[in-house]
């Protein structure tokens, strides 16, 4: 999935494996968005206080190298050559996904290196009748440039993280 985000005139968004439920109670969703200080997205969701998801289709595998191995901090307009429209509150939504949330911050847990959000759904649609891409499908299909690109820059990511994150002392 992508999680997005809006903070002035700007809008990002980046892959994320850090969205899980935390409500069981119909009538009131909510979720846990983990988002990584290194990923520019995480300042735009603490500045704005929402975000949006898109729940990507398996034919949207072509969106990992865009939004996945490049970050808006080196890429300037990170968002160029990817098809989106913006939920009311802004935050943008890939065209052609299976499904999109728009959230709103309730509250956020200090990780050290990462900082997670607890979500309102305030917003739910459902565009195709497909089922979505799963993290587990997408390793497997990378072709190997976008491997080895993976790989370098999830060690980047996890030296940075081992500085950062709260752990046992």
């Keep these: ?17 850090s969205v899980l439920g935390a409500s069981i109670v ?3 969703p909510r979720l846990l968005c983990v ?3 290194h990923n520019y997205t995480h300042d735009m969701v603490l500045q704005s206080g929402h975000l949006s998801i898109s729940i990507l289709a398996p034919d ?9 191995l490049r970050s808006r901090r080196e890429a300037q307009d990170k968002m160029a050559g990817v098809s989106f429209f ?6 943008p939504v890939i065209d052609g996904c299976v499904g999109w949330l728009q959230c709103h911050v309730l509250r956020t847990w200090e ?3 990462a900082t997670c959000f607890l979500t309102a759904v305030s917003e739910r649609h459902r565009l195709r009748n497909r089922s979505p891409l799963w993290w587990n499908q997408v390793r497997p299909s990378l072709p190997s440039e976008w491997l080895e ?11 940075l993280s081992r500085r950062l994150m709260v ?3």
């Design 60 to 68: 949207q595998l072509f969106l990992i190298p865009l939004l996945g």
């Design 167 to 169: 752990w046992v002392r």
């Design 149 to 159: 690109q993976w790989e370098v820059k999830l060690a980047r990511n996890i030296e």
């Design 1 to 17: 999935m992508a999680v997005g985000a809006s903070w002035g005139s700007e809008v990002n968004a980046h892959i994320s494996v």
């Design 111 to 113: 990780l050290g290196d």
């Design 86 to 91: 913006l939920t009311p509150s802004g935050d």
């Design 35 to 37: 988002i990584y200080k």
């Design 26 to 28: 119909p009538d009131k």
